[in-house]
């Protein structure tokens, strides 16, 4: 039986729109529907593994802050008291406490605890790393 249905659907801007003009049209406009959703997912991937990457990059500068503070604290303390034990060693005219003393705060200024960093940092590029601080 053959079609019957108006081959027609639209006159739009002097030009008649058949039935497959109209599929073709509906066709693109379904195209650029899945390419939005597609970028809008895409947009969302991106937002998420910034985030993470924010707070991996904030959680390891927290860690890195509280390092350089406990090591930094620890080292005051140790200057604090070679100088005390010096001041008091040169008080009482003690060669061996001030030698002592002097090698002390020698060797603490030798080490600087940002050579450290590089190992903390291959730490922190590992994430089932447990870190203790």
């Known amino acids: 039986m053959p079609d019957t249905r108006p081959n027609i659907v639209v006159e739009a801007v002097g030009r008649m729109a058949t039935t497959a003009d109209a599929a073709q049209y509906l066709m693109a406009i379904v195209d650029v529907a899945k390419r939005i959703d597609a970028n809008m997912t895409e947009r969302a991937r991106i937002v998420a593994e910034r985030d993470k990457e924010i707070a991996r990059i904030s959680a390891a500068s927290q860690g890195l802050r509280d390092y350089l503070d406990r090591v930094f604290e620890e080292r005051r ?19 061996e406490t001030i030698h002592a003393c002097v090698t002390g705060i020698v060797e603490v200024a030798k080490n600087s605890p940002l050579n ?11 994430p089932d790393a447990v870190i203790e601080i």
Request: aromatic residues 10%; hydrophobic residues 45%; charged residues 35%.
């Open 77 to 95: 303390e140790l200057h604090r008291a070679f100088f005390t034990r010096l001041d008091k060693a040169i008080e009482d005219r003690d060669a």
């Open 116 to 126: 450290n960093i590089v190992e903390l940092r291959s730490v922190w590029a590992n």
